[in-house]
C-alpha cells in the first residue's frame, strides 16, 4: 500500500514561490507516475504536472509551463513541485497522487491514479 504525505503550502502574494513535497511510503512498482493534481472550490480536480518513473518523462499543465518545475528525490522517493510566478488562479488544494496511466496519453486523467494524499492548501493573493 503507499502512502502518500504533502507538505509545503501555504499563503503567498502574486509573483511569489512555494515547494510542495510528497513523499511516497511503500515505493510504487513497475511505469508508475507520481504528480500533482489541484482542485479549487466548485471546480473539478484537474492536473498540473506528473513525472513517469520509467523514462524520466514529465508533463505540465499548460498554464503552468516554465513557472512550476516537477522534480524527485529517487533516494527519499519524494516528488517535488516547485511553483514560481505564483498567480491568484493557482488558488487550490494541491493533491499529489500515483498511478499507473495506460499510456503518456493518459498522464493527466485524475481517474488513472490510485493512490491520493491529503491534500495542501495553496494560496495565492492579489
Known amino acids: 500500500q503507499v502512502q502518500l504525505v504533502e507538505s509545503g503550502g501555504g499563503l503567498v502574494q502574486t509573483g511569489g514561490s512555494l515547494r510542495l513535497s510528497c513523499a511516497a511510503s511503500?515505493?510504487?512498482?513497475?511505469?508508475?507516475?507520481m504528480g500533482w493534481f489541484r482542485q479549487a472550490p466548485g471546480e473539478e480536480r484537474e492536473f498540473v504536472a506528473t513525472?513517469?518513473?520509467?523514462?524520466?518523462?514529465?508533463f505540465y499543465k499548460d498554464s503552468v509551463k516554465g513557472r512550476f518545475t516537477i522534480s524527485r528525490d529517487d533516494a527519499t522517493n519524494t516528488v517535488f513541485l516547485q511553483m514560481n510566478n505564483l498567480k491568484p488562479e493557482d488558488t487550490a488544494v494541491y493533491y499529489c497522487?500515483?498511478?499507473?496511466?495506460?499510456?503518456?496519453?493518459?498522464?493527466?486523467?485524475?481517474?488513472?491514479?490510485?493512490?491520493w494524499g491529503q491534500g495542501t492548501q495553496v494560496t495565492v493573493s492579489s
Open positions: 511503500g515505493r510504487p512498482f513497475g511505469e508508475y507516475a
Open positions: 513525472f513517469r518513473w520509467r523514462g524520466s518523462m514529465t
Open positions: 497522487a500515483v498511478g499507473w496511466p495506460a499510456g503518456t496519453t493518459r498522464v493527466t486523467n485524475p481517474s488513472e491514479y490510485m493512490h
